[in-house]
């Protein structure tokens, strides 16, 4: 995902602070791609705020450890 705003650069921090399993593989940046290990139990969730925040996301891999 790409944040646009400074806003989504700060929700995708905050994500990053308040749930240590999620595994940001890139510091949060403005206009900069940013790649994340989600675990399949919060997934759902992260993509609810991402959407909410206006954040579009792709999944690169579907599981990690295949």
Do not use: C
């Amino acid at each position: 995902m790409v944040p646009v705003s400074d806003q989504q650069v700060q929700i995708l921090k905050k994500l990053e602070e308040d749930y240590p399993m999620l595994d940001f593989w890139t510091e949060p940046a403005k206009n900069r791609n940013v790649d994340v290990n989600v675990p399949p139990g919060v997934s759902d969730y992260f993509r609810n705020v991402l959407a909410n925040a206006g954040l579009r996301s792709e999944v690169i891999h579907q599981d990690l450890q295949k």
